[in-house]
């Protein structure tokens, strides 16, 4: 039995279904699967099983959901007393894939090696999920990407810049080399998204539910490194800001002239408001500095800075 598994069951107690929990996890349907036999054999029992087209528990999975989440409580704790000692002169960086590794990732790999007074550590996790983060001490800042500033809960949001949402393909795909893309482009395409989560990939769909636009198909992988390989194998559409757009031709991809993409905002949250004389002022004021050179690069001149 581990923390993986305990973590399965409790999710999927609650969810009920193995897909959502699958989104939740990020961990396949079938890992999930495993996790559950795994514990099941471990104890001689059942903990789950399916009653008319449903997940539900059976007896002994309602007596063992208390045990799981008191175990996961204590793990929580421990693992939380732990992270304290070690986070002294550490700064831990939370956010989007897109955004921490094809957006600022020069910038953080380059002011990790000029700071002298701590390091960084960066957990690439669901921008949406960095409230969330925040609220529970598990990173000290966090790099977002929002279609509504408002949309931050408790959490204080330092602007850097808008720019669009593009749509990226194999330069195979029947959209690739379209003069001019809309909205009604994409019904019957198929697409492949980080997370279902992730709030430029839902305002998107709502867009084409609101418009009546149905896809032949939806993949969420979670990593970026996975949609790409999606896109370019089996010639799928996905969605990427503009500033990673360059990024991305390295591996092949080629952008669709989306005609009326909408915009996003790039953002630094932080559980309060920074003041000058805070540890996290300083990385703040680089990250402005280097939205400064962004705006100035002939391939994202096109970026608004906020």
């Not at 939380?80 to 790999?109: C, D, P, W």
């Not at 996290?280 to 402005?288: D, F, G, N, Q, R």
Request: net charge negative.
């Amino acid at each position: 039995m581990d923390t993986k598994q305990l973590k399965t069951f409790v999710v999927l107690a609650k969810e009920k279904n193995y897909i959502k929990a699958s989104e939740i996890l990020n961990y396949a349907p079938s890992t999930l699967a495993k996790h559950i036999h795994a514990l099941e054999a471990e104890f001689s029992t059942t903990f789950v099983h399916f009653r008319n087209g449903a997940i539900c528990l059976t007896k002994d999975g309602e007596i063992f959901l208390p045990y799981a989440k008191e175990m996961l409580k204590m793990y929580d704790k421990c693992e939380a007393t732990f992270k304290q000692e070690h986070r002294e002169n550490k700064i831990i960086v939370a956010g989007g894939e897109l955004m921490l590794a094809f957006s600022f990732g020069s910038f953080m790999h380059q002011y990790q090696k000029e700071i002298e007074f701590a390091s960084i550590e960066v957990n690439t996790i669901c921008c949406s999920r960095v409230p969330e983060w925040l609220e529970q001490q598990e990173c000290d800042i966090g790099y977002v990407q929002m279609v509504n500033l408002s949309e931050c809960g408790s959490a204080k949001v330092t602007p850097l810049f808008q720019e669009k949402l593009c749509v990226m393909t194999s330069p195979l795909h029947s959209l690739a080399n379209k003069e001019e893309v809309y909205l009604k482009d994409f019904i019957n395409q198929s697409f492949t998204f980080t997370y279902s989560e992730c709030c430029f990939t839902e305002h998107f769909r709502n867009l084409l539910l609101d418009a009546d636009i149905a896809l032949k198909s939806e993949l969420f992988l979670g990593s970026v490194t996975a949609v790409i390989e999606s896109c370019m194998k089996e010639k799928r559409l996905c969605l990427v800001p503009y500033v990673a757009v360059d990024k991305l031709k390295e591996y092949g991809l080629i952008p669709v002239n989306w005609v009326d993409a909408f915009p996003i905002y790039d953002c630094i949250m932080t559980s309060k408001q920074v003041q000058p004389q805070d540890e996290l002022y300083p990385i703040i004021e680089a990250s402005k500095n280097y939205c400064l050179q962004l705006k100035k690069d002939s391939k994202t001149k096109d970026i608004v800075l906020l």
